[in-house]
């Protein structure tokens, strides 16, 4: 993926984002966190185009941070985001070609992972707290719930395990 721009990262919940989880994500923390939104966004499968902005300041993403860190790591969340998702109509065809295909000029695809990572900022900034141990808390318990299957937003139960039999 070639990233010739910063990545902005604007609104309500990036500012809550960048606040809450500024002593846990210490070192290029931008970066760290777009990586987690976008992966929780994907893992989701809900993107948010436009965020909510109440006049915060917006943050960055810079691009020589990206260049030095990514080891491909935005390629590989940007195939599985287009393979898998369900918010776009994508045939299967145009699926493989963008995931695996040239580069198309006419398709942003940090663009396309910044609308999965306002979704993921959204739940994250639903997650801090009022100090850096809760907030770090309530990022271990998301994170351990999501990986063991207990996130009952992702993974909901099925309905026939909600019916009682009298």
């Known amino acids: 993926m070639v990233i010739t721009t910063d990545i902005r990262l604007r609104g309500t919940d990036w500012d809550k984002v960048a606040n809450g989880y500024k002593d846990i994500f210490q070192t290029r923390p931008n970066y760290?966190?777009?990586l987690l939104c976008?992966?929780?966004?994907?893992?989701?499968?809900?993107?948010?185009?436009?965020?909510?902005?109440?006049?915060?300041?917006?943050?960055?993403?810079?691009?020589?941070?990206?260049?030095?860190?990514?080891?491909?790591?935005l390629d590989f969340m940007f195939q599985a985001a287009v393979l898998t998702t369900?918010?776009?109509?994508?045939?299967?065809?145009?699926?493989?070609d963008l995931a695996f295909g040239d580069e198309k000029p006419d398709f942003n695809k940090i663009a396309y992972l910044v609308e999965f990572?306002?979704?993921?900022?959204?739940?994250?900034?639903?997650?801090?707290g009022d100090t850096s141990l809760e907030t770090m808390n309530n990022l271990?318990?998301?994170?351990?719930?999501?990986?063991?299957?207990?996130?009952?937003?992702?993974?909901?139960?099925?309905?026939?395990?909600?019916?009682e039999e009298d």
């Open 86 to 96: 369900e918010t776009d109509n994508f045939t299967e065809e145009q699926r493989l």
């Open 32 to 34: 760290q966190m777009f």
């Open 117 to 128: 990572a306002n979704y993921g900022a959204k739940v994250l900034a639903e997650k801090a």
């Open 38 to 73: 976008t992966a929780i966004g994907i893992m989701y499968d809900k993107r948010i185009d436009k965020p909510e902005e109440n006049g915060e300041e917006d943050r960055t993403v810079p691009r020589n941070v990206i260049r030095n860190n990514d080891n491909g790591k």
């Open 140 to 163: 271990k318990d998301f994170l351990e719930a999501s990986v063991e299957g207990r996130n009952f937003d992702i993974d909901a139960l099925p309905d026939d395990i909600l019916i």
